[in-house]
């Protein structure tokens, strides 16, 4: 779902040089799609440890404090203050609405469904885009668009026939707040990319994950208050590394590598392996057995996928 803009800055084959450097964001947006992938029964895990509005304002923070301290050492690449607010701004979309829907959503529904409703991002973020002018797909674009969407109709739709299998869990609300969570970072990736061309992605992790903090953790300070710490198992404690430093820290760096070379909507379209990675690892982690809305789901939203990457 290339845009000209993007087309002016992908490489040709006479420049090795330059294409080996796309490959390497390719390979590298595998990575963050396993790391995120993984992410989801981790997610899934710690918040049944914990109150989950305080596991997500612990993981939020550590990564916030790892970020500042990486950027502490970039001096020469910090962005001009107006840029600095933008991030922030944005960051409020992209870290605070988008993270509030996520950890909610994930805690009310099976990882499965959690992983396909966001797998849908890509198609919003073309949607928006070609809203807001920034992105133009074409035909081809748009028929995998079009599949995403019903993969991901199907498994809201799946969700409301659903049983929870826990008293905390309402999979069709845990699907909404998802769908919510996934239109706020559509919105968020078409504004950040104008962003992506002149900061260093370590600034721009930095700067748009302190906008979510504050709000973050406000709504988890109530829960922080009454958490008995030393009663949290230490596999609880290794979900908020993860949680926190592999998928907040290195995913996110290389996704925003990702939108810089390659533009928002192929980045995006890396998501859509997740589900296939979320739901075999909460399969053998966590028992989570697939349902045949969310295989049909599955199915066509990779099929947009590989509509969408065709020439």
């Given at each position: 779902m290339a845009t000209a803009a993007q087309d002016a800055r992908t490489p040709d084959r006479a420049h090795p040089a330059a294409r080996s450097g796309v490959w390497l964001t390719d390979a590298l947006l595998l990575t963050m799609a396993l790391l995120w992938g993984v992410n989801f029964s981790v997610v899934k895990y710690g918040a049944r440890a914990m109150p989950p509005l305080a596991f997500n304002a612990l993981r939020v923070s550590l990564a916030a404090a790892v970020l500042f301290a990486i950027a502490g050492a970039l001096r020469a690449h910090r962005p001009v203050r107006a840029d600095v607010v933008r991030l922030a701004l944005l960051g409020l979309l992209g870290h605070g609405v988008y993270q509030l829907c996520f950890i909610e959503g994930v805690a009310r529904s099976t990882v499965a469904t959690s992983a396909l409703v966001l797998a849908a991002s890509p198609a919003l973020i073309g949607?928006?885009?070609?809203?807001?002018?920034?992105?133009?797909?074409?035909?081809?674009?748009?028929?995998?668009?079009?599949?995403?969407?019903?993969?991901?109709?199907?498994?809201?739709?799946?969700?409301?026939?659903?049983?929870?299998?826990?008293?905390?869990?309402?999979?069709?609300?845990?699907?909404?707040?998802?769908?919510?969570?996934?239109?706020?970072w559509a919105f968020y990736a078409v504004l950040l990319r104008p962003l992506t061309q002149r900061v260093h992605p370590i600034h721009l992790s930095a700067w748009t994950l302190l906008g979510g903090v504050p709000v973050l953790l406000a709504l988890g300070a109530p829960s922080l208050a009454t958490l008995d710490f030393p009663a949290v198992p230490l596999p609880a404690w290794g979900a908020v590394a993860y949680a926190g430093l592999g998928a907040m820290v290195l995913a996110y760096l290389f996704y925003y590598r990702g939108v810089r070379v390659l533009g928002p909507v192929r980045t995006a379209m890396y998501s859509n392996l997740q589900p296939l990675i979320a739901m075999a690892v909460a399969f053998l982690t966590l028992g989570e057995v697939p349902t045949v809305w969310q295989l049909g789901g599955a199915a066509a939203i990779t099929s947009g996928l590989l509509v969408s990457r065709g020439k």
């Amino acid at each position: 779902m290339a845009t000209a803009a993007q087309d002016a800055r992908t490489p040709d084959r006479a420049h090795p040089a330059a294409r080996s450097g796309v490959w390497l964001t390719d390979a590298l947006l595998l990575t963050m799609a396993l790391l995120w992938g993984v992410n989801f029964s981790v997610v899934k895990y710690g918040a049944r440890a914990m109150p989950p509005l305080a596991f997500n304002a612990l993981r939020v923070s550590l990564a916030a404090a790892v970020l500042f301290a990486i950027a502490g050492a970039l001096r020469a690449h910090r962005p001009v203050r107006a840029d600095v607010v933008r991030l922030a701004l944005l960051g409020l979309l992209g870290h605070g609405v988008y993270q509030l829907c996520f950890i909610e959503g994930v805690a009310r529904s099976t990882v499965a469904t959690s992983a396909l409703v966001l797998a849908a991002s890509p198609a919003l973020i073309g949607i928006v885009g070609r809203t807001l002018g920034i992105e133009h797909p074409t035909r081809r674009a748009w028929l995998g668009i079009a599949l995403q969407l019903l993969g991901m109709a199907g498994v809201v739709l799946g969700s409301a026939t659903a049983t929870a299998s826990a008293a905390a869990e309402s999979p069709l609300v845990g699907a909404l707040i998802l769908l919510a969570g996934a239109c706020a970072w559509a919105f968020y990736a078409v504004l950040l990319r104008p962003l992506t061309q002149r900061v260093h992605p370590i600034h721009l992790s930095a700067w748009t994950l302190l906008g979510g903090v504050p709000v973050l953790l406000a709504l988890g300070a109530p829960s922080l208050a009454t958490l008995d710490f030393p009663a949290v198992p230490l596999p609880a404690w290794g979900a908020v590394a993860y949680a926190g430093l592999g998928a907040m820290v290195l995913a996110y760096l290389f996704y925003y590598r990702g939108v810089r070379v390659l533009g928002p909507v192929r980045t995006a379209m890396y998501s859509n392996l997740q589900p296939l990675i979320a739901m075999a690892v909460a399969f053998l982690t966590l028992g989570e057995v697939p349902t045949v809305w969310q295989l049909g789901g599955a199915a066509a939203i990779t099929s947009g996928l590989l509509v969408s990457r065709g020439k």
